[in-house]
């Protein structure tokens, strides 16, 4: 794909992943994945960094910080939760350093008691509204590599984008060297009957990283291997009064692997099994879960 229509695609999905929603981690995805292959090129051209980030900005019309991110979340690297846990948390250390300035050049007169009463009421409903797990006395959160460091597998004391494979593991209590293989087994074979414009291109492309599990793995891979296993899908409603959320009140018990956006996770008898904690503080949305029929 030439340089032009692959700056056109970037922008369109760039575009499409800020209008739709729960639907925009896919049009992230492929905007990192089109924005690597054109970062290769401009390599391969012997491209310069700031000739990279004039690019960026003039022709696709963002940053380099913004590229990286997406970039990251098309190999693996980070969640779409991870990035916008980031750029959220940046966001509120900017807005409370322009406040400080504020009060300190007379701008803005310093908060009352009873504004800090208010403020304080209003934190303690939320926390109480959202609060993770209620009444669940186990541990909310246990960090758990799936057996990923005994494993065996490449670089197994590396952080990798290899949630699928530790999910897995955690939940049927597989072998994790088992599971990865298995997935890197399933990722070959839907790249080879993947007609989709990015099938297409990692069958031109190749690369180890296409197809090791440490790199993302794909529902149409993952799905069938836990079919097989005997394991069942359950969808859980986007939004309304049945939106579900990874609670505990809100999940049913067992050994669970539960999809939230550009992750998934296991989940036993409501504890989050995971190398970090998920949870989000019982706001992150469950787009559905998997369970042994």
């Known amino acids: 794909m030439d340089q032009d229509r692959l700056i056109r ?35 391969a051209h012997e491209g310069s960094w700031d000739e990279w980030e004039t690019l960026l900005k003039d022709k696709v019309g963002i940053g380099k910080s913004r590229a990286s991110e997406l970039m990251q ?22 807005r409370d350093r322009q406040r400080l300035l504020s009060v300190r050049n007379g701008e803005d007169e310093p908060e009352t008691n009873e504004t800090k009463i208010k403020a304080l009421l209003s934190g303690a409903e939320r926390a109480r509204l959202c609060a993770r797990f209620d009444g669940v ?6 960090e758990d590599d799936g057996g990923r460091g005994k494993s065996g597998v490449p670089y197994a004391d ?25 997935l890197i087994v399933g990722k070959v074979h839907h790249a080879q009957v993947d007609s989709s414009s990015y099938g297409k291109w990692v069958r031109r492309r190749g690369g180890v990283r296409r197809f090791d599990a440490d790199h993302g793995c794909a529902h149409e891979v993952y799905g069938p291997y836990l079919e097989a296993l005997g394991w069942k899908y359950t969808v859980t409603p986007s939004r309304g009064a049945g939106k579900v959320h990874l609670r505990a009140d809100q999940l049913p018990p067992g050994r669970l692997v539960v999809n939230i956006s550009g992750h998934l996770v296991a989940v036993i008898d409501h504890v ?22």
Not at 33 to 41: G, N, Q, T, V, W
Not at 163 to 178: D, F, G, H, M
Request: net charge neutral; glycine share 8%.
């Open 137 to 142: 006395p186990n541990q909310e959160w246990i």
């Open 73 to 94: 979340i098309a190999d693996g690297r980070k969640t779409p939760d991870e990035v916008r846990a980031d750029t959220s948390h940046r966001k509120q250390e900017h």
């Open 272 to 293: 989050i099994r995971d190398t970090y904690d998920c949870g989000g503080e019982g706001r992150v949305h469950v787009k559905g879960y998997w369970r042994a029929a």
């Open 158 to 182: 590396e952080k990798a984008g290899d949630c699928v494979a530790r999910a897995i593991a955690i939940a049927t209590q597989k072998p994790y060297r088992e599971v990865h293989d298995a």
């Open 9 to 43: 695609t970037i922008r369109a999905h760039i575009a499409k992943g800020a209008m739709y929603g729960d639907k925009s981690e896919q049009h992230y995805i492929s905007a990192g994945r089109y924005l690597l292959e054109l970062k290769e090129a401009h390599d």
